[in-house]
T-cell receptor
Framework: GEDVEQSLFLSVREGDSSVINCTYT??????LYWYKQEPGAGLQLLTY?????DMKQDQRLTVLLNKKDKHLSLRIADTQTGDSAIYFC????????????FGQGTTLQVKP | DTAVSQTPKYLVTQMGNDKSIKCEQN?????MYWYKQDSKKFLKIMFS???????INETVPNRFSPKSPDKAHLNLHINSLELGDSAVYFC?????????????FGPGTRLTVL
């Protein structure tokens, strides 16, 4: 089946790096995503990675994909208070419907 | 300009009532979605329409009925509301269903059933 799991909470100090982890079950997933949800708002795509890649870097964000272990991580360098939000890992579901399977979200708290 | 908009933003109603939530996107996308986010922030797909055709219909009670009058609109009607329907409902849209399929989310409708 399709399932995505994340830890629920992470607290870091401003300026530190944050690493949010995710595991998924569907080995046939072609794309994996990180979405960000700020309080009272909808989700916004932060970054995504295609399944044939191991790493993707986009400014302060680094995504690592370990297909063998079905593990995805998001590293945020120099974490700022504005990064405080809920971060959702998602995998693309099977078929061509555009279905996304989301994890339960990791709340990132950044302390000044 | 708001890309994906939903109305209302808040909806408080009694058990047993029927209510609708409306969604509109001005991105010219072909595909629209409804998601439910529960009190633990767990987000789950409910329905998806591609070019006004239903393509995803997850295990959702038939009290929930989506309707897409055109590609830019996807409404959600809920009959006989129950306490367990209380959640935040998100509408989203994407250009297509293939490729990396970035989905753009609306701000959500917080439904409270009393």
């Amino acid at each position: 089946g399709e399932d995505v799991e994340q830890s629920l909470f992470l607290s870091v100090r401003e300026g530190d790096s944050s690493v949010i982890n995710c595991t998924y079950t569907d080995s046939s997933s072609t794309y994996l995503y990180w979405y960000k949800q700020e309080p009272g708002a909808g989700l916004q795509l932060l970054t995504y990675i295609f399944s044939n890649m191991d790493m993707k870097q986009d400014q302060r964000l680094t995504v690592l994909l370990n297909k063998k272990d079905k593990h995805l991580s998001l590293r945020i360098a120099d974490t700022q208070t504005g990064d405080s939000a809920i971060y959702f890992c998602a995998e693309r579901g099977s078929g061509n419907t555009g279905k996304l399977i989301f994890g339960q979200g990791t709340t990132l708290q950044v302390k000044p | 300009d708001t890309a994906v908009s939903q109305t209302p933003k808040y909806l408080v109603t009694q058990m047993g009532n029927d209510k609708s939530i409306k969604c509109e996107q001005n991105l010219g996308h072909d595909t629209m979605y409804w998601y439910k986010q529960d009190s633990k922030k767990f987000l789950k797909i409910m329905f998806s329409y591609n070019n006004k055709e239903l393509i995803i219909n997850e295990t959702v009670p038939n009290r929930f009925s989506p309707k897409s009058p055109d590609k830019a609109h996807l409404n959600l009607h809920i009959n006989s509301l129950e306490l367990g329907d209380s959640a935040v409902y998100f509408c989203a849209s994407s250009q297509q269903t293939g490729g990396y399929n970035e989905q753009f989310f609306g701000p959500g409708t917080r439904l409270t059933v009393l």
